[in-house]
T-cell receptor
Framework: KAGVTQTPRYLIKTRGQQVTLSCSPI?????VSWYQQTPGQGLQFLFE???????NKGNFPGRFSGRQFSNSRSEMNVSTLELGDSALYLC????????????FGQGTRLTVV | DQQVKQNSPSLSVQEGRISILNCDYT??????FLWYKKYPAEGPTFLIS?????DKNEDGRFTVFLNKSAKHLSLHIVPSQPGDSAVYFC?????????????FGDGTTLTVKP
């Protein structure tokens, strides 16, 4: 069973640019969540998509957006990048119910210069 | 306001001894708690979970204890092995509709010395 795949693994962008990150969940999983991890910080919840609808949203500015396609693949977009957006972005997929174990991808390391 | 707190950034134990990682939460609506382990350059991997209707869940060397009145949970690893050295995250979620939204602590780095 293939795991969660995130692409690209590494990305360097310039301040002011925009970026799109991709996440392919485990087959059959309908929930995809996105998290940001900065050095010394825990995982900060960005948003969750379930069956193509945003079901939950964290406390991030509107520059952070996402979507989910009918095959459950999800993309996350960050516009007008800031230096502080440099982080590891993790995607997790699950079946979506209470207590459903989340399976994480290896993450995309974004560096904004 | 950090709703899930892991007050010990690091913990060092000797191989074969018990490791106890602690986690406190403030949101009484949390009803499911999970522990994840993370190695460098990898995403977190699920370790063990517990529902709020239980006070203990055991899986091999790993046991999670939940004290709802104190809003506290702990992960016990017995016996600890060098391969357990990693960052451990405590996470909590509330309700079925919010199942995909977990609130994580900042993590505790466990080092198990041979």
């Amino acid at each position: 069973k293939a795991g969660v795949t995130q692409t690209p693994r590494y990305l360097i962008k310039t301040r002011g640019q925009q970026v799109t990150l991709s996440c392919s969940p485990i087959s059959g999983h309908r929930s995809v969540s996105w998290y940001q991890q900065t050095p010394g910080q825990g995982l900060q919840f960005l948003f969750e998509y379930f069956s193509e609808t945003q079901r939950n949203k964290g406390n991030f500015p509107g520059r952070f957006s996402g979507r989910q396609f009918s095959n459950s693949r999800s993309e996350m977009n960050v516009s007008t990048l800031e230096l502080g957006d440099s982080a590891l972005y993790l995607c997790a997929s699950s079946l979506g119910g209470t207590g459903a174990e989340a399976f994480f991808g290896q993450g995309t390391r974004l560096t904004v210069v | 306001d950090q709703q899930v707190k892991q007050n010990s950034p690091s913990l060092s134990v000797q191989e074969g001894r018990i490791s106890i990682l602690n986690c406190d939460y403030t949101n009484s609506m949390f009803d499911y708690f999970l522990w994840y382990k993370k190695y460098p350059a990898e995403g977190p991997t699920f370790l063990i979970s517990i529902s709020s209707i239980k006070d203990k869940n055991e899986d091999g060397r790993f046991t999670v204890f939940l004290n709802k009145s104190a809003k506290h949970l702990s992960l016990h690893i017995v016996p600890s092995q060098p391969g357990d050295s990693a960052v451990y995250f405590c996470a909590a979620s509330e309700g079925n509709a919010n199942a995909g939204k977990s609130t994580f602590g900042d993590g505790t780095t466990l080092t198990v010395k041979p």
